[in-house]
């Protein structure tokens, strides 16, 4: 089971995968200081001063003049404002491994061209003929 296990660890497609998660960690981190230190800020400013982080709705009614209010009186509060953070670091993270993909796939090439098939089948009897055979060699039907 341990040699099974190494085998399938040193395979080249887990290994890249292990690089990407972590890449991936370390870009998800890049994108939510962008979005929370530079993107939201200049929206928020434009939307009035608000600050979506603190954005939520009170469930308890008691009407808790902050986030952090509600919280420090343990008060039940739906954080709408934080899912819009993490809404916009998703579409953020999104658009950049499309355009990442995009990049690679245009390194890349274009794919080769499927080659035209070099046998047909005969409609007597189906065997593999030449594709241009006018006579089954097999039945000896004439093909069209």
Same mark, same amino acid.
């Given at each position: 089971?341990?040699?099974?296990?190494?085998?399938?660890?040193? &395979?080249?497609?887990?290994?890249?995968?292990?690089?990407?998660?972590?890449?991936?960690?370390?870009?998800?981190?890049?994108?939510?200081?962008?979005? !929370?230190?530079v993107?939201?800020? #200049?929206?928020? @400013?434009?939307?009035?001063?608000?600050?979506? $982080?603190? @954005?939520?709705?009170? /469930?308890?009614?008691?009407?808790?003049? $902050?986030?952090?209010?509600?919280? !420090?009186?343990?008060?039940?509060?739906?954080? =709408?404002?934080?899912?819009?953070?993490?809404?916009? !670091?998703?579409?953020?993270?999104?658009?950049?491994?499309?355009? /990442?993909?995009?990049?690679i796939?245009? /390194? &890349?090439? #274009?794919?080769?061209?499927?080659?035209?098939?070099?046998?047909?089948?005969? #409609?007597e009897?189906?065997?593999?003929?030449?594709?241009?055979?006018? &006579?089954?060699? =097999?039945?000896?039907? /004439?093909?069209?």
């Amino acid at each position: 089971m341990l040699q099974e296990f190494k085998t399938f660890i040193m &395979r080249g497609n887990v290994i890249d995968m292990a690089v990407g998660i972590i890449i991936g960690a370390a870009f998800s981190k890049i994108v939510s200081i962008l979005v !929370e230190g530079v993107i939201m800020p #200049p929206i928020g @400013l434009l939307m009035g001063g608000i600050d979506f $982080s603190d @954005l939520f709705i009170d /469930l308890s009614g008691k009407g808790h003049a $902050s986030l952090k209010a509600a919280e !420090e009186a343990g008060a039940p509060v739906i954080k =709408y404002g934080l899912f819009i953070n993490t809404v916009i !670091e998703f579409l953020i993270v999104a658009f950049a491994i499309f355009i /990442l993909i995009k990049f690679i796939n245009q /390194l &890349r090439g #274009p794919e080769p061209a499927d080659e035209a098939p070099v046998t047909k089948k005969c #409609p007597e009897c189906l065997s593999e003929i030449p594709i241009e055979a006018k &006579r089954c060699k =097999y039945c000896t039907s /004439l093909i069209e």
